[in-house]
Every structure is written in structure tokens, then in C-alpha cells.
């Protein structure tokens, strides 16, 4: 679309508790989410997409924190679930007038000649994920009905490895069968997802894989083994202007880190 401009940002494992005195690995995610929303705004996002562990013990509680804590935000906000959520119990608090269903929470919208399809990865009662073949499904239907238009795929958890031991033992289990169904659809550019509480960027088959840091505490991604970090946490913003993508990382500290534009031709040597 010449001449338009988006810009969104994604966040990601907000990790809110209810208990307001709470620590996890020494972090305040409260305070976290509180320094964050006004370097949000300041950027005046189209809208954000958060994909996933908004909260961290699946209760109602703190789902009514955290909508408190976003009240400020003055994008929209697209939300995932992630391992630590509860589908019941997020849409009785974010959809008070829909039934509390423990349904995947899928979504698919257009913004800027672009296609965001948002997928729901939680297994219940587990840490890894999974997308269920109705998901699957439903992601196939979409990209095919659509192919024509430039897609960007978002779920919680990571849908190639990260060369941790532990966390890839934790993150999607059928993979395969995603990849699969991205590569019968050329349109799809780039998937963004959480989870692994680091930055990774991969490109695989033409599609751009990227994470981003947790709003909270970060796994370190030197160790094979759990070791939690109080590095600065931080999102990412996109702005598409003109056909161009652009990347940055933000973190709370103030630093902003300009990624490689998605346009770089990748050399293969042989
Ligand atoms: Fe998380
Ligand atoms: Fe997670």
C-alpha cells in the first residue's frame, strides 16, 4: 500500500501476578509492565500483539491485575496464550460478554494490506505446546483463502529449535506439521513468537522466525540448563512503510537496537 505506514509493536511473557508483593526470580513484573506502557505509547503504535504468558499461575486474579496494569495503553492490543494462561479464565476478564469457553483462542485481521493470523499453541496443564489439527486447519484455510496477501503468524511457543536442551524440550511439539503448512504458503513472511524469554532471529525456507525478550525475567541463553537473568527486558517494534520492514529492539533501559531489515538477501555459499 504506497504512501501508508504501520507500526506495531510485540510483546511477549508479561508473566503478571495477582499477589501484588510477589517476586518471581527476584523480578516485579508489575513494575516491569508499568515502566514499559509509557515507552509504549510514546511510540504510538497501531496496535501491539502480545503473544502469550500474560500472566504466570493461570488465575482470574491476576488476569484482572493485568488489565488494570494495560488500562493506560492506548493501542490495541491482540493477545495469545501461553503455557502459564487459562483460556477460561482470560475471557472472563477480557471477554466478559462472550462464554468462558477453554476453546483455543485464535484470530486472524488486516492492517495495511497485511494478514496477522495469531494461533493459540497452550496444552493445557503443560509447559510445551502443541497446535492441535483443528488449529492446523485452520491456519491452512486462512493462508489459502488469502494468498495473495503478505502474512505475518504469531503463537507462544517456538516453532524451531533454540539450541537449549531444556527449552527445546519445551517448546512446540509438532513443528513439523507447522513448517509444513508454511511451506505450501509462500505468502507468509515472517512468525513471531515468545516463550523462549530471548531475542533469536532465524530465516528458514524464506520465512523470518523472531523472538523477543520477556517484559520480566530472561533465561539466559548461554546455559543448557534453567538459569534465569535480570537482563533488561525489553519488545520489539515494526514499521512497514513504502513495502520496507523494519525492526527494532527496545529495551527498558532506553537502548534501541535497529535489526537487519527483512528485505537482506541471504548468500549461500557452497
Ligand atoms: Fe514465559
Ligand atoms: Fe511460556
Redesign the pocket.
Same mark, same amino acid.
Given at each position: 500500500m504506497p504512501g501508508s505506514r504501520l507500526c506495531f509493536l510485540h510483546i511477549s @511473557?508479561l #508473566?503478571i501476578l495477582g499477589d501484588e508483593g510477589r517476586r518471581q526470580h527476584g523480578a516485579d513484573t508489575a513494575a516491569i509492565l508499568r515502566q514499559a506502557v509509557p515507552l509504549m505509547n510514546a511510540l504510538r503504535p497501531d496496535f501491539i500483539i502480545a503473544s =502469550? @504468558?500474560l500472566i504466570s499461575d493461570e488465575s482470574e486474579e491476576s488476569y484482572r491485575r493485568l488489565r488494570t496494569l494495560l488500562q493506560p495503553v492506548e493501542a490495541p492490543i491482540h493477545f495469545l496464550l =501461553?503455557? #502459564?494462561d487459562d483460556r477460561a479464565a482470560f475471557r472472563r476478564v477480557f471477554h466478559p460478554g462472550e462464554p468462558p469457553s477453554a476453546d483455543p483462542l485464535c484470530q486472524a485481521f488486516e492492517r495495511g494490506g497485511i494478514r496477522f493470523l495469531l494461533l493459540d499453541s497452550m496444552l493445557p496443564g503443560k509447559v510445551e505446546g502443541r497446535l492441535a489439527s483443528d488449529q492446523l486447519d485452520w491456519l491452512e484455510g486462512e493462508l489459502a483463502a488469502h494468498s495473495d496477501r503478505p502474512t505475518w503468524v504469531f503463537l507462544h511457543h517456538q516453532p524451531l529449535p533454540i539450541y537449549l536442551r531444556w527449552l527445546d524440550a519445551l517448546g512446540l511439539q509438532n513443528q513439523e506439521e507447522f513448517l509444513e503448512v508454511l511451506a505450501r504458503h509462500p505468502q507468509v513472511e515472517v512468525v513471531g513468537y =515468545? #516463550?523462549v #524469554?530471548q531475542v533469536r532471529r532465524w530465516r528458514y525456507r524464506g520465512v523470518l522466525f523472531v523472538s523477543v525478550p +520477556?517484559l +520480566?525475567f530472561q533465561f539466559s541463553p548461554l546455559s543448557q540448563e534453567p538459569e534465569i537473568t535480570l537482563e533488561t527486558p525489553g519488545f520489539r517494534r515494526v514499521e512497514i512503510s513504502n513495502g520496507e520492514r523494519r525492526h527494532w529492539l527496545h529495551f527498558l533501559d532506553g537502548r534501541v537496537v535497529p535489526e537487519p531489515p527483512l528485505s537482506a538477501i541471504p548468500i549461500y555459499i557452497r
Amino acid at each position: 500500500m504506497p504512501g501508508s505506514r504501520l507500526c506495531f509493536l510485540h510483546i511477549s @511473557d508479561l #508473566h503478571i501476578l495477582g499477589d501484588e508483593g510477589r517476586r518471581q526470580h527476584g523480578a516485579d513484573t508489575a513494575a516491569i509492565l508499568r515502566q514499559a506502557v509509557p515507552l509504549m505509547n510514546a511510540l504510538r503504535p497501531d496496535f501491539i500483539i502480545a503473544s =502469550g @504468558d500474560l500472566i504466570s499461575d493461570e488465575s482470574e486474579e491476576s488476569y484482572r491485575r493485568l488489565r488494570t496494569l494495560l488500562q493506560p495503553v492506548e493501542a490495541p492490543i491482540h493477545f495469545l496464550l =501461553g503455557n #502459564h494462561d487459562d483460556r477460561a479464565a482470560f475471557r472472563r476478564v477480557f471477554h466478559p460478554g462472550e462464554p468462558p469457553s477453554a476453546d483455543p483462542l485464535c484470530q486472524a485481521f488486516e492492517r495495511g494490506g497485511i494478514r496477522f493470523l495469531l494461533l493459540d499453541s497452550m496444552l493445557p496443564g503443560k509447559v510445551e505446546g502443541r497446535l492441535a489439527s483443528d488449529q492446523l486447519d485452520w491456519l491452512e484455510g486462512e493462508l489459502a483463502a488469502h494468498s495473495d496477501r503478505p502474512t505475518w503468524v504469531f503463537l507462544h511457543h517456538q516453532p524451531l529449535p533454540i539450541y537449549l536442551r531444556w527449552l527445546d524440550a519445551l517448546g512446540l511439539q509438532n513443528q513439523e506439521e507447522f513448517l509444513e503448512v508454511l511451506a505450501r504458503h509462500p505468502q507468509v513472511e515472517v512468525v513471531g513468537y =515468545g #516463550h523462549v #524469554h530471548q531475542v533469536r532471529r532465524w530465516r528458514y525456507r524464506g520465512v523470518l522466525f523472531v523472538s523477543v525478550p +520477556a517484559l +520480566a525475567f530472561q533465561f539466559s541463553p548461554l546455559s543448557q540448563e534453567p538459569e534465569i537473568t535480570l537482563e533488561t527486558p525489553g519488545f520489539r517494534r515494526v514499521e512497514i512503510s513504502n513495502g520496507e520492514r523494519r525492526h527494532w529492539l527496545h529495551f527498558l533501559d532506553g537502548r534501541v537496537v535497529p535489526e537487519p531489515p527483512l528485505s537482506a538477501i541471504p548468500i549461500y555459499i557452497r
